[in-house]
């Protein structure tokens, strides 16, 4: 249940001649949820693309024991899912057929029938409220209603129905960036549990407060490099991400959960400083 | 859950139904004898009613053949269309208009120029010079305007604007050159024409047609998942470098067939597939038969009503194809318009 899923060893990547990301070393288990956190710019998703199998990178990323590089995409296509940061409002396509499009790969190659797919993505309609607007074109849709689609479609595209014997992968760029606060409860709880299941959730994610509460462990990268990584309690201190973000921090603990409850302050001078 | 998917019956019914009534339309009309018996007469034997052998040759050898060639190049136009539309993600990105077409016709034309000399002279070695025209536009086109962020549709049809002027400059140098043969030639090769088919010509364009249609339509679900972006379709688990190799592959196989044979004709991938899309939505499983059984009614009824018009004369096809399909262009632009700066 708890080995080791996704190691990273030394891994940098090169944009041009720019390193974006360098120096990262770390061993993601089943069962957990991490989130990435880190400022505009600090390679959140540049980690996430390289762990997506979409970049060339440098040093050694293995998956299940297995060198990325080495996994096709016909493989990985039933083990990971990703969630781009910006979702698509296809003309012509509804919710249903979206979601549907996650089981691409079961289709083509494991014999699924359409009615099979049919059944498979109905509970991830039901899950996340979308039944109703299953017949609903996705140009007709609000943002945090496509995005919602966009994350039942990941889940579908992983769903091997009641047994999982394999770790999957979940790779999310900004979750709850378009939800509301119940939706972005919503979604998070579903990763969450996806994760306790046995699988690997990887999410980057700007709102403190949901990484402290959903997140096993939290990863901050500045300037391209992670700084820090453990479990909210310890990572989320006042200080550190006073440096993180350039911008003062409150953190208290939070009464009945018990962990960091995150608050940003105002500069206390006029001026704000920038590096 | 009752029905997910939108029902893709109906309206593929009624293609096929317009395919139908438009072939036994074009096999039974013309100047020489339009007579609907002429669909019963080839089945008995002897002289019927009238209705005589000179007249069934006609059906046979002269609309026939004409009516077969129709239908594949509307069915693979539409596939095409569907095909370079899908992969630019953009409802504009028609192969007349971004040029592979004209990069086909302006292949075409210098194996029937040059080839006089060096005793090429057959039909596949147009076809196949259209083959190599058609693909490199194609590369051309998709080289210049893709980039990291998939392609970008200005520079798709600003290419296709440069494609079509220099097949329009090659055509017009020929008019320098123009005896009656060659005149009639260039309104072929600009607007497209099906007149004056035979079954001699047909196997070699009709194989490699056959082979793009098939191969588009073997390929459907792959390349349905570009709806949702290259890098998507990745996750989902296309090999997305294969598929777009072979996308252009196919595409210029199906165009280079067609154009060989017809010459430039403009819109029906443009407007099809977008018909299609309307009426049963975007997944390739449910539309392209739909747009397919379209593209060869829409055509075969084209060339009827290019018969039909000026009859007993002829006009070229590419007229009848654009004056249908440029206002919807033009439509589709506005369209397309309103929702960047909705």
């Known amino acids: 249940m708890h080995d080791v899923v996704l190691s990273l060893q030394q891994v940098s990547v090169k944009r041009g001649q720019r390193c974006v990301l360098a120096g990262c070393n770390f061993d993601f288990k089943a069962g957990q949820f991490i989130a990435i956190l880190g400022e505009n710019g600090a390679g959140k998703s540049t980690l996430l693309q390289a762990i997506a199998g979409d970049l060339t990178y440098h040093g050694t990323m293995t998956y299940r024991g297995r060198e990325l590089r080495q996994w096709s995409a016909r493989e990985l296509a039933t083990e990971r899912a990703v969630m781009e940061q910006q979702a698509y409002a296809t003309a012509g396509l509804t919710v249903a057929e979206l979601i549907a499009l996650g089981r691409y790969a079961r289709g083509e190659w494991h014999g699924e029938s359409v009615a099979a797919c049919k059944q498979a993505i109905a509970p991830w309609l039901e899950t996340f409220k979308l039944t109703a607007l299953a017949q609903r074109e996705l140009t007709e849709l609000s943002g945090g209603e496509l995005q919602r689609t966009h994350m039942a479609r990941c889940l579908a595209q992983l769903d091997d129905g009641n047994q999982s014997a394999t770790a999957k992968l979940l790779l999310l760029d900004e979750p709850t960036a378009a939800l509301d606060v119940y939706h972005q409860h919503l979604s998070l709880q579903q990763a969450q549990a996806f994760a306790r299941n046995g699988h690997l959730v990887i999410a980057i994610m700007h709102d403190l407060n949901l990484a402290s509460v959903y997140a096993d462990q939290v990863l901050l990268l500045q300037h391209g490099e992670p700084c820090a990584c453990g479990r909210p309690t310890d990572v989320l201190q006042p200080q550190r991400l006073h440096e993180l973000y350039n911008q003062p921090m409150h953190v208290s603990q939070h009464p009945q959960l018990g962990v960091p409850m995150i608050f940003s302050e105002p500069h206390t001078n006029s001026r704000m400083t920038r590096r | ?342």
């Open chain 2, 1 to 342: 859950m009752s029905d997910s998917l939108r029902t893709s019956r109906l309206p593929l019914l009624v293609a096929l139904t317009a395919l139908a009534l438009g072939s036994a339309l074009a096999l039974t009309s013309g100047p020489v004898l339009s007579d609907w018996r002429l669909l019963v007469a080839g089945w008995l034997p002897g002289e019927w009613q009238g209705i005589e052998a000179i007249h069934l040759q006609v059906v046979q050898e002269i609309r026939l053949p004409r009516l077969l060639l129709a239908a594949a190049v509307g069915c693979v136009l539409a596939q095409a269309g569907t095909a370079t539309q899908t992969l630019c993600r953009n409802p504009l990105a028609d192969p007349g208009l971004i040029g592979i077409s004209a990069g086909a016709a302006m292949f075409a034309l210098a194996v029937i120029a040059l080839g006089k000399g060096l005793g090429l002279t057959g039909s596949y070695w147009i076809t196949g010079g259209a083959f190599i025209g058609a693909l490199l536009a194609t590369m051309l086109v998709y080289r210049l305007a893709g980039g990291p962020r998939g392609v970008n549709i200005a520079t798709v049809l600003l290419a296709g604007v440069a494609i079509n002027a220099m097949a329009g400059a090659v055509i017009g140098l020929l008019s320098y050159y123009a005896d009656d043969d060659a005149l009639r030639l260039m309104s072929f090769w600009q607007m497209g024409s099906l007149a004056g088919v035979t079954w001699q010509q047909l196997p070699f364009g009709l194989l490699c047609m056959g082979a793009s249609s098939f191969m588009l339509w073997w390929r459907r679900r792959a390349i349905n998942t570009l709806l949702l972006g290259e890098q998507q379709a990745q996750y989902l688990g296309v090999n997305t470098r294969q598929l777009k190799r072979e996308i252009v592959i196919w595409v210029a196989l199906g165009v280079g067939g067609a154009v060989a044979l017809t010459g430039m004709i403009g819109f029906v991938g443009l407007v099809v597939p977008h018909i299609a899309r309307l009426l049963v939505g975007a997944p390739l499983p449910k539309m392209l038969p739909l747009a397919m059984c379209l593209g060869a009614a829409v055509l075969v009824f084209a060339d009827w009503l290019a018969r039909f018009i000026v009859a007993p004369a002829e006009m070229p096809i590419g007229i009848i194809t654009a004056l249908l399909g440029a206002p919807f262009f033009i439509y589709l632009l506005v369209q397309q318009k309103r929702r960047l700066h909705a």
